[in-house]
């Protein structure tokens, strides 16, 4: 009775732990000097050291072609543009994420601001911030650095 009792909970145990991975993104882990090789300087300050692009200095903050908005980092697809809008911040701005993607939300209170700081969860790269000044139908707007980024057109 015993060993029927252990045997269950272990294959309990086992199935909980085989969904627990399947689950969680796939992580992409390397080192500062590893992301310092294959990311220019400014993609390097901005995602690994949480900097910030000039407003109207990125590549896509006017960019209004079809297609998908990835991490610069790692290749995870984030954004696409038919969540894109012109919020007039300078910035890469979108309603809203892809459905599922890996993107992490974490309070930020660094520069004497209360902030939501935009994470890709694969990888940790520092992408931008989260505010609820968007358009609807959600209301939030995801203010993106562009080298955070890399686009992938449409087929
Ligand atoms: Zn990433």
Redesign the pocket.
Known sequence: MKLTLFVLCTCTALLFAVRAQAAAPER?EKTEEEWRAILTPEQFEITRKKGTELAFTGAYWDHHEKGVYA?V????HLFSSEAKYDSGSGWPSYWAMIDGA?VAEKRDVSFGMIRTEVL?A????HLGHLFTDGPPPTGLRYCINSAALTFIPAE
């Open positions: 992409v991490c980092c790692c290749g995870a890996p890709c694969r990888c940790d790269a």
